[in-house]
């Protein structure tokens, strides 16, 4: 019983009374962060539903006000990392950072934009430079749109994916023109064939500067350069405006369209609230929620564009707060979330590219998306492959008891037990959902995990035998969960 | 420049050894160096993951001499190898900051034994980074995550301790690299203080190097360190990518920043094999490739040659430092 004393202070015990936040906060709170983050234990949920749910909605949109992942640290345990050439580690300093990242919002944008901005490492073949064109979506992710798209335009990785280093003057090369329109702000049926060539024309001369080539001595950091003796500096019309556009105008115009905020809407609302259909059945699939979209395309109006804005408007939405699992986990979501939730790769400990290279099998090779339209999300991302390797991930993970963050999970499990003293199935089966985030699940499944629970008895912990064999029933429960289709959705 | 001249001293770049290899000639990411007798060079690569750990023998004529160990828990396995050194009788010591133990190779790599455990309490290790051996033959220790040297007979006996976590004047903050002078003075790369802070073998502080309050001759995250015959200190300046030297006393003289200029050997041969290279090469300004990238470890041999490791660069970098230089014709 010393034990339970001692693990009493996870309940949040205050004079020896134990305060619980509302549980409907908990699950608002947890709801959040699985979108806006990659989920939270229970500790970190009752935290954040302290500070209440729009301060903490701020505390997420201003990133920079939490301490960045120190590069110095990582690069002094994992040195092979900086400048890497191998897709695998640049993956995995990517997972790193979205396990141990204090910003969780700004490494959740880098993937939002990693999706919409698809660069790929199958053409690119130059992992360490998509790492950089992540960079950029940290650093810009919550800014305005037009600056973002700026630099984007400037990425090497982006010129060198859609060949904008061949497009000169007198030899257009309409690629990045193309896509910047297309699948990067306006639409398809929102612009011309003419307006595709103009753009390209505004972007001739942007360019990459000659580069150190890869080895023997590693990577070099390939860089922007205007070459103004390839731009075609003569007068352009684009979507009815005429000047002798170069290509910062021509995202200065496309920032002001109507068409750019509800495309960048109803990305921001696939991404963060329900699964849409995908980009490229847009112009011929309403969206599941015009009027939301139309909230979330007002907000980038009338901000001019700010990101920042925008995802306040979303997260602080009734559409959004009601749209508890209505979200199939993307591979980096679950994977990551799982890992969090588990207490593992906290800090440094070698295996990381595993992590990253699961990823890849269960459908996302981050930094390698298999097209400039991205991945295909929602029910696409399973098929009955994948949700094996899903599942046994999960499950797997959930099943280890050495893992800190399991043991939290089968203590608190414990403790709640003990407090309450109620030992029957279903008193066990809402203490592991509830330690786990208070995740929910269908009858169905509950029903599936009270057999379970059936077996744990009252959870005895007198001896060290019993404690080993409790810490197993109730991880077999976790597992359980982990297992659900429930836990498939964010 | 190739030959800098700064407050008498004369440092001249000579040549450089290496290129990025996962496995045989090469090194990737390499953590630590130690020079061997007839001028053998034991180069340790920490890799990445599960690949590219090994130490590599070498020479100063870039003979390729073999390579031992790999990436393991097992016996003569390391996860995170950090620094090398060898005793009087050629054995190589290695640590390994995630095993925490210290392993014992023969002069051509063969797996005699390990020591070491886990944990903060006297002899135990946590992070164990930079590795010496003072005059007695004892084994100092760099416990890096615990904030403090140890000391060890070379069977793994604890023997003594000094340093406390802090930044007051003694005190260690993540320290990494370590050497140890010809009276047995301990200089310790205090990494998270931006320091390098040299102690009598009892603990006792003696003197510290890391410039003056104006940001002259500053450190950030230094790694490796290493005296001359002249009682001269060189220090990886990791994070500013430079080699910070300081005489005796802790007067900033002058830095080093690279000048591989000229590939070595094996990357020449490299170069040469691929036209594109070649042209490429021909086109753009090489100077990022030249200058040191994450400069780690420092040794400096009998000649006082001054020769420093680059992780990031995966090459050795040499330079003499002339006793008999005279300057050239100011009317050339």
Same mark, same amino acid.
């Given at each position: ?30 709801? /959040? ?13 009752? #935290? ?10 701020? #505390? ?120 910047? /329109? ?65 290509? #910062? ?25 329900a699964d849409e259909p995908h980009v490229a059945s847009w112009n011929i699939t309403p969206p599941v929620d015009p009027e939301a979209i ?48 588990? @207490? ?13 290279? #699961?990823? @890849? ?43 800190? @963050? ?26 592991? /959902?509830?330690?786990?985030?208070? /995740? ?18 009252d959870l005895p912990w007198s001896t060290h035998e019993e404690f080993r064999a409790t810490m197993r029933n109730v991880s077999k429960i ?13 | ?139 100092w220790v760099v416990d890096s995550l615990n904030h403090r040297v140890q000391s060890f007979s070379q069977i793994g006996e604890f023997q ?173």
């Amino acid at each position: 019983m010393l034990l339970i004393g001692a693990w009493l202070s996870v309940l949040g015990s205050i004079n020896g009374e134990v305060v619980m936040p509302h549980q409907e906060d908990i699950r608002l709170m947890a709801h /959040l962060m699985r979108r806006a983050g990659f989920g939270d234990t229970r500790e970190e949920l009752e #935290e954040r539903v302290s500070k209440g749910y729009e301060a903490v909605v701020e #505390e997420l949109l201003y990133p920079e006000r939490q301490p960045a992942i120190d590069d110095e640290l990582l690069y002094r345990f994992f040195p092979g990392y900086e400048g890497a050439g191998a897709l695998p580690i640049n993956q995995a300093n990517w997972v790193f950072r979205m396990i141990n990242t204090q910003r969780p919002l700004e490494e959740k944008m880098a993937l939002f934009w990693h999706q919409l901005f698809a660069t790929s490492n199958s053409k690119v073949d130059n992992p360490l430079e998509l790492t950089r064109q992540i960079a950029i979506f940290r650093e810009y992710g919550l800014g305005t749109y037009r600056d973002l798209l700026v630099e984007v335009a400037k990425s090497p990785a982006m010129i060198f994916w859609l060949d904008n280093q061949g497009n000169r003057d007198g030899a257009i090369n309409e690629n990045w023109g193309r896509e910047l /329109l297309e699948l990067f702000s306006l639409g398809v049926g929102n612009y011309s064939e003419d307006d595709i060539r103009e753009a390209a024309r505004a972007f001739t001369g942007w360019t990459i500067a000659p580069k150190i080539p890869r080895n023997p001595y590693g990577r070099f950091h390939w860089l922007f350069d205007y070459k103004p003796e390839d731009h075609d500096d003569r007068e352009k019309t684009f979507l009815g405006y005429t000047g002798n556009f170069n290509g #910062e105008d021509i995202v200065d115009i496309i920032a002001d369209q109507p068409a750019t905020a509800r495309f960048l809407a109803r990305h921001l609302y696939r991404f963060f609230v329900a699964d849409e259909p995908h980009v490229a059945s847009w112009n011929i699939t309403p969206p599941v929620d015009p009027e939301a979209i139309e909230l979330l395309a007002d907000a980038y109006n009338e901000s001019r564009g700010d990101i920042r804005s925008i995802l306040r408007a979303l997260f602080n939405s009734e559409f959004f707060k009601n749209a508890r699992f209505a979200r199939v986990k993307s591979p980096a979501e679950l994977i990551v979330g799982t890992v969090r939730m588990a @207490g593992n790769y906290e800090g440094f400990k070698p295996g990381l590219n595993n992590l990253a290279l #699961e990823c @890849g099998w269960q459908g996302q090779a981050l930094l390698n998306p298999p097209s400039v339209e991205g991945w295909h999300t929602g029910s696409e991302w399973i098929d009955p492959g994948v949700l094996m390797r899903r599942v046994n991930f999960a499950a797997r993970i959930f099943g280890d008891v050495s893992l800190p @963050g399991v043991q939290a999970i089968v203590k608190r499990v414990l403790v709640n037990v003990h407090v309450e003293a109620d030992y029957s199935p279903q008193a066990i089966v809402e203490a592991c /959902l509830d330690a786990m985030g208070l /995740l929910e699940v269908s009858r169905a499944t509950h029903s599936e995990l009270i057999v379970h629970a059936e077996k744990c008895g009252d959870l005895p912990w007198s001896t060290h035998e019993e404690f080993r064999a409790t810490m197993r029933n109730v991880s077999k429960i976790l597992t359980l969960i982990a297992a659900s289709r429930e836990y498939q959705f964010a | 420049m190739l030959t800098t001249v700064a407050a008498g001293r004369v440092y001249d770049y000579s040549y450089c050894i290496g290129m990025y290899s996962q496995d045989g000639r090469g090194f990737w990411a390499p953590q630590d160096f130690v020079l061997g007798p007839n001028g053998r060079i034991y180069v340790l690569s920490r890799g990445v993951e599960q690949l590219g750990q090994r130490v590599t023998k070498i020479n100063f004529d870039h003979d390729f001499q073999g390579q031992f160990g790999s990436v393991g828990e097992g016996d003569g396995g390391f996860v995170w190898p950090r620094s090398i050194d060898l005793d009087r009788h050629g054995r190589v010591f290695l640590t390994d900051e995630y095993l925490n133990r210290v392993t014992i190779y023969s002069e051509e790599g063969s797996y005699r034994y390990h020591w070491g455990r886990s944990g903060s309490g006297d002899g135990q290790l946590s992070g164990p980074s930079g590795i010496a051996f003072d005059s007695q033959g004892t084994v100092w220790v760099v416990d890096s995550l615990n904030h403090r040297v140890q000391s060890f007979s070379q069977i793994g006996e604890f023997q003594s301790k000094f340093g406390k976590r802090g930044d007051g004047d003694g005190d260690l903050e993540m320290p990494w690299g370590i050497c140890i002078d010809r009276q047995d003075n301990i200089y310790v790369a205090d990494w998270g203080n931006n320091r390098v802070q040299k102690f009598a073998p009892t603990g006792e502080l003696l003197v510290k190097f890391e410039g003056s309050s104006a940001g002259v001759g500053s450190l950030k995250g230094p790694s490796g360190v290493a005296v001359d015959s002249d009682g001269d200190v060189y220090v990886t300046d990791w994070g500013n990518h430079r080699v910070q030297i300081y005489a005796a006393d802790g007067q900033y003289i002058t830095a080093l920043v690279g000048d591989a200029q000229e590939p070595s050997p094996w990357a020449q041969t490299y170069i040469d094999a691929n036209p594109d290279i070649i042209k490429a090469r021909r086109r753009t300004d090489l100077e990022p490739e030249w200058r040191f990238r994450r400069p780690v470890a420092v040794n400096v041999d009998a000649d006082d040659r001054i020769i420093v490791l680059e992780s990031y660069h995966h090459r050795l970098q040499i330079y003499n430092k002339l006793k008999d230089y005279e300057e050239p014709l100011i009317n050339l």
